[in-house]
């Protein structure tokens, strides 16, 4: 198992390299899709606090 | 047609659109999981090349999917521009940061697997650098939808910058035909019978998966953005309001 021989490194990088990028694309879009959430939530708040004032 | 008008509406598109992004998303890691154990474990090593040929099945369906996404922007910025559909300039703005990862990973990949075979990291050939160019191209169309002073603005010049840098992509296609370049030539679909199927097995699994993961996070990154505009509106309203 992984006897890679001199490549090893090179596959091990490489496979390493892809699994951070694409965690991170994954944790970046759900962090914009809660804050997108919240953002709406804050606004919708907001707004009736507004219309309770009038 | 008929389904570009019925996803015409952002509250019809954030009815549906949750399930879809979910299922694709999950798919997408679990394909990916599926490709890499079999790249890692049940592809045999390469006749020339030894177990160096193994960074493919990461670095190959990368650029399929930089390319692909790319396309997907264009068409949506193109529909975009015709027929102003309301949901196509949120499509394009929210493929951009998944296919400058997939783009970004195909590069650094690449480099690995240069080095060993290649005995070097780098070379100015027609694909790398067209490759390199596609990601400027990528990082220039996110940067332009924060530069502009309004959403119309930004989204009219995104899209003429998308629609112009997809002239890079049959650059990229046949930059290995038309140049003398280190990258070697199409090896997939192009009808000659040069790869087993041990390689092409991993190979079109983890392109599915990449594939899948990217229709699921640009489908999130859709919501994300539809939420956003309307956060925007609302607290707009409240200015107004006084």
């Known amino acids: 198992m992984f006897d890679y021989d001199k490549y090893a490194p090179y596959v091990f990088w490489s496979y390493g390299i892809a699994a951070v990028v694409l965690t991170g694309v994954i944790v970046w879009t759900f962090v914009r899709v809660r804050a997108a959430h919240r953002a709406l939530a804050d606004a919708e708040d907001e707004t009736v606090e507004k219309g309770r004032e009038e | 047609m008929a389904i570009m008008t019925v996803f015409a509406n952002p509250h019809r598109f954030m009815s549906v659109s949750r399930p879809f992004a979910w299922i694709f998303t999950v798919a997408g890691v679990a394909l990916i999981g599926v490709g890499v154990y079999m790249g890692l474990f049940l592809a045999p090593a390469d006749a020339r090349q030894g177990d160096a040929a193994r ?20 068409g949506a910025s193109l529909v975009s521009l015709v027929w102003r559909h309301a949901l196509a300039d949120v499509a394009a703005k929210s493929a951009a940061p998944c296919g400058a990862a997939f783009t970004a990973l195909c590069l650094t990949t690449g480099s690995i697997w240069g080095y060993p075979i290649w005995g070097t990291w780098w070379e100015w050939d027609g694909r790398m650098t067209s490759v390199l160019i596609l990601f400027f191209i990528y990082l220039g169309y996110i940067a332009l939808w924060q530069a502009m002073d309004t959403p119309q603005k930004a989204s009219r010049a995104a899209a003429v910058l998308c629609l112009v840098g997809a002239v890079n992509l049959p650059i990229i296609k046949f930059s290995v035909e038309w140049w003398n370049t280190l990258h070697q030539t199409a090896t997939f679909f192009t009808g000659d019978n040069n790869a087993t199927y041990g390689f092409k097995a991993p190979m079109y699994v983890v392109a599915l998966g990449y594939l899948s993961l990217f229709g699921g996070l640009t489908l999130f990154n859709m919501r994300a953005e539809i939420l956003l505009t309307r956060a925007e509106m609302r607290l707009q309203r409240r200015l107004a309001l006084g």
Not at chain 2, 56 to 74: E, I, K, Q, R, T
């Open chain 2, 55 to 74: 960074i493919m099945f990461v670095h190959v369906p990368s650029a399929w999917l930089s390319m692909f996404a790319f396309a997907f922007m264009a």
